[in-house]
């Protein structure tokens, strides 16, 4: 049974920073991008960030690049997500996924995931 369990969210002010954790098990976590989501109140999900599984790639939305920085530790079976200079627009519930493909590329889209975490929430105050 496949699990993927976010920490790290809450309550920050702007330009705050906060880290992300994300722990995998169930899965060969080494083998399989891993990518961030959220989904603010009232609108849709969105890709966050997204690395591949030697680590070597990572992808950015353009609201983030520069900002948050997605990182893993295929040994803790971990994927994190540094998050600086928070802005209130970043207040949503933050996701990580497993992608459905072993050893790809990183993908964009939340419909290339197979497994989610429950998310954990990220509120920036102004």
């Known amino acids: 049974q496949v699990q993927l369990v976010e920490s790290g969210g809450g309550l920050v002010q702007a330009g705050g920073s906060l880290r992300l954790s994300c722990v995998a098990s169930?899965?060969?976590?080494?083998?399989?991008?891993m990518g961030w989501f959220r989904q603010a109140p009232g609108k849709e999900r969105e890709f966050v960030a997204t690395?591949?599984?030697?680590?070597?790639?990572?992808y950015y939305a353009d609201s983030v690049r520069g900002r948050f920085t997605i990182s893993r530790d295929n040994a803790k079976n971990t994927v994190y997500l540094q998050m600086n200079s928070l802005k209130p627009d970043d207040t949503a519930i933050y996701y990580c996924?497993?992608?459905?493909?072993?050893?790809?590329?990183?993908?964009?889209?939340?419909?290339?995931?197979?497994?989610w975490g429950q998310g954990t929430q990220v509120t920036v105050s102004s």
């Open positions: 690395l591949n599984w030697r680590a070597t790639t990572a």
């Open positions: 169930g899965l060969t976590f080494s083998r399989y991008a």
């Open positions: 996924a497993s992608d459905r493909l072993q050893m790809g590329v990183p993908r964009r889209t939340a419909a290339s995931y197979e497994y």
